[in-house]
């Protein structure tokens, strides 16, 4: 029972996507039949599997998460709870899937980033973000100055490091806190602010994802403000970007391994601290540890989906807007309406916005955090106002990610002005709203926006690329093709911090009231006893 109505809930908000897609390339460019049967099966899959996903999370990996923040007072020095701290970040990052498909798609280009290079950068960056998130904590640090600090550091680096690297750094950044790290990150965050914050309060149970995302969107801008003095792009075939994985059985092995890797390092991490601090009881931890295999089952199965069709389906969406019929006219299915192909590409403005407006419905981390949220503020922050606010935010995000590319301008004339905005609205937002803008803009590079937005919006920035000589093809990919995670990333932070203020205006005017109410009693009540003392007064007289 808690299966089914778990998959009719995700069934029914994954609905608006598959009609979106299946208007797209039914009607504008249609599928093979092959390929079509493929999508379709993946899509099912895609729902099984984030269904079995939620389930075991619940059930395993969100527990554990407090467990070990409930716990980690037991090791009392500080120093030591950091380090754990730093652990659970890199172990979690390291192999978290989304991660790998952007380090892959940018390595396609640029073969002299290594994917584990990649990888190994936004791991460090997360789990030092992660320990200072808990640093935080213990000695209550204004996490408004943490942020505005940090953003100002990183609109610096923007504009000293080379194009190439601004719109992948922004991506791994919104990826490294995706569908497995979230949860635990989050949950341990709780965790330790439930037990060792000296305020008690909810402002210190958010931040900590926004603050692991910030940690390797710093390292990757970093490495690249090095590595840029002496760039090398590497010749680029471009018609490679096209080129999947088409052998099921190949995707069938490659994905129960990495689903294994991305719990792993974090089932044995906890394993080995459950032993020395937290020792639940046999039944607990058994029960805990076959919940988590229902985790990986879901996982598997989630990703296989998404490798099975999903990226294809990306590629085959852009193309139904960019590439040309005869005499260059686009075909509607078998009938040719004479739409030219050169205006008809804009018509990806508004497709994009309501694409990833979607598509956060349908983000399993998302889903985690809107309910974290309602729960821990006991129903103040309504969890289903903050997701269609994400959803409204990431619908942006698509749009000026595609306005990006389209216009041939450079990243920074979008992504800076916007970080600058959210550093704005900052300084004047509750540190509750802050703490959750930051986590809502660290949780939306999940694993449908990196394998079907990304190969979305490469595929569009390379039907433009083609224009260009091929030596400046892949220099054009890189600074252009990248990005769309970073928009994403950035928006929700934008539209959270107005949801903010306007619940900060709500209260600010809800005390105005009570307060004039109290006025008018306390003036009523003045008002009676001046009353009876004149008319004990008149008695007085008369007698």
Sequence with gaps: MRFLKQFKEILLQSLPLAGLIAVVLLFIKPMGVSDLITLIVSYVLVLIGQTFFIIG??????????????????????????????????????????????????????????????????????????????????????LKWIFIISY???????????????????????????????????????????????????????????????????????????????????????????????????????????????????????????????????????????????????????????????????????KAFLENGDNGKIFFGLVNIGVDAQWFKWLLLPISFILCFIITLCEPSIMVLSKQVEEITNGYINGKILKYFLAIGLGFAGLLCLLNILLEISILWFIVPLYAISVLLTIFCDDLFIGIAYDSGGVTGGAITSAFLVPLCLSVAQSIALKYPSGQQAKYLLENGFGIIGYMSVTPIIFVLILGLIYKKKVSVSLKAEKKNLDLLKLEVEEENASIIDDNRKKKIKK
């Design 152 to 318: 100002a550091v990183i609109i610096l680096l923007c504009i000293f490091t080379k194009s190439e690297f601004i719109g992948i750094s922004f991506d791994v950044s919104g990826a490294t806190t995706g569908d497995l790290s979230t949860p635990f990150i989050l949950t341990l965050g709780i965790g330790v602010a439930r037990t060792i914050s000296k305020k008690k309060q909810n402002d210190d149970q958010f931040g900590i994802i926004g603050l692991a995302s910030v940690g390797p969107l710093l390292a990757f801008l970093l490495f690249g403000f090095i590595k840029g003095m002496w760039f090398p792009t590497d010749p680029l075939d471009l018609a490679s970007l096209n080129t999947t994985t088409s052998l099921w059985h190949e995707i069938l092995t490659s994905n129960l391994l990495s689903s294994f890797l991305a719990l792993l390092p974090v089932l044995v991490l906890f394993l080995i601290y459950n032993f020395f601090f937290i020792k639940l009881k046999k039944k607990n931890l058994l029960r805990l540890l076959i919940a988590s295999i229902v985790v990986y089952i879901g996982l598997f199965i989630f990703l296989f989906g998404i490798d099975f069709g999903f990226t294809n389906a990306g590629f085959h969406f852009a």
């Design 57 to 142: 999370l619940e059930s395993s990996i969100l527990p554990m998460g407090e467990y070990v923040g409930n716990n980690l007072s037991k090791l009392k020095l500080p120093i030591l709870m950091v380090l754990f701290g730093f652990l659970f970040g890199v172990l979690s990052t390291l192999a978290e899937p989304a991660l790998s498909v952007i380090a892959n798609q940018y390595n396609r280009i640029d073969a002299s980033v290594g994917i584990w290079i990649i990888i190994f950068i936004c791991a460090f960056g997360t789990g030092a973000f992660v320990a200072f998130a808990l640093y935080k904590i213990i000695k209550n640090i204004s």
